[in-house]
């Protein structure tokens, strides 16, 4: 135990090296210039778990609601969302409630400790605090990601909620740590799809749930597409399995009792490019036909599994 303990600071100190990139730099003095508003200003914050998640803060200034709109804007691009702060309106690229309100009738986490594995800027992470869970732990190396969820904490304050600036990786010194995982968007980004549903497997209790989505091909057999160079121009998608081979994927990893959620074909509504977005969206990864890849692919379709550790 003293061993993993050990290797989990390790990671932490190389992955939060990733706060000092040059880039990085001048994004966390902007987020630090939030300690300028005066503190009566931010009492009486108060949230709502709408599709965006909306904080209204009713003594906020007129100077200190445009400093929080700039930094916001420095931290461009937002890909999950939408939030509200009063009226600034982040829209981001991807429309997350559509995928929450999906998932939300099939989490049970009153009193439960969460982890996120994947988390971004903790969107799903903010609107679960509706279930009332113990704790959520969200994972997340990307840098900006962090920042985002800080800037969002920074109102909030919310103590049940924390962000681990680690990966699926080091999810290995959480072993039957977790009474529920979500890991949503990451399989088809990992070279060994069953070695992070086996992480997921075994950072959970005995009886704990994991909610799974990954991209999809049509198909009966058991098989996956295993994309040449790109995927909707994304250059680490390795393998989009059909429905059939997902579950057998969780099977092969000791879950039991998968129930498929839903699928879903990944539509504008959904993804598309915002003001708080950058460069490329869905628009751009499809052909003229909306059917297809700009690679000649099948276009991006998402399946949802719930699978239980007994």
């Known amino acids: 135990m003293e061993s993993g303990s050990q290797n989990l600071e390790l990671s932490r100190i190389l992955r939060n090296r990733a706060l000092e990139f040059k880039h990085i730099l001048p994004l966390r003095k902007k987020l630090e210039s939030l300690n300028t508003i005066p503190k009566y200003e931010l009492k009486g914050v108060k949230i709502a778990f709408k599709d965006a998640i909306t904080l209204e803060i009713p003594q906020l200034s007129t100077e200190s609601f445009m400093l929080i709109c700039d930094v916001a804007k420095a931290l461009i691009p937002w890909r999950k969302g939408p939030f509200m702060i009063n009226d600034l309106e982040i829209v981001s690229e991807w429309n997350s409630a559509i995928k ?101 497997y075994n950072g959970l209790k005995k009886g704990g749930e994991a909610i799974f989505d990954s991209l999809i091909i049509d198909g009966d057999s058991p098989i996956a597409l295993c994309p040449k160079d790109r995927y909707a121009k994304m250059p680490n998608v390795y393998f989009i399995p059909t429905l059939c081979a997902f579950e057998s994927w969780l099977e092969r990893c000791g879950f039991k009792e998968i129930v498929h959620i839903a699928t879903l074909k990944t539509a504008f509504e959904e993804q598309h490019k915002t003001e708080w977005s950058s460069g490329e969206s869905l628009e751009d990864f499809l052909d003229s036909s909306g059917e297809r890849t700009i690679e000649g692919y099948p276009a991006p379709k998402r399946a949802y599994l719930k699978a239980r550790k007994t």
Not at 157 to 176: A, P
């Open 100 to 200: 929450y309100n999906l998932l939300e009738p099939h989490l049970n986490l009153e009193n439960k400790l969460v982890g996120d594995i994947g988390c971004n800027n903790g969107y799903y992470m903010f609107r679960a605090l509706q279930k009332n869970p113990k704790h959520i732990i969200g994972f997340d190396p990307m840098p900006l990601c962090f920042l985002q969820y800080q800037f969002l904490q920074f109102f909030l304050q919310e103590e049940r909620l924390s962000f681990e600036l680690l990966g699926i990786e080091e999810l290995e010194s959480f072993q039957n740590a977790f009474d529920v995982l979500l890991c949503l968007g990451v399989l088809y980004h990992r070279k060994s799809p069953l070695e992070a549903i086996k992480r997921i």
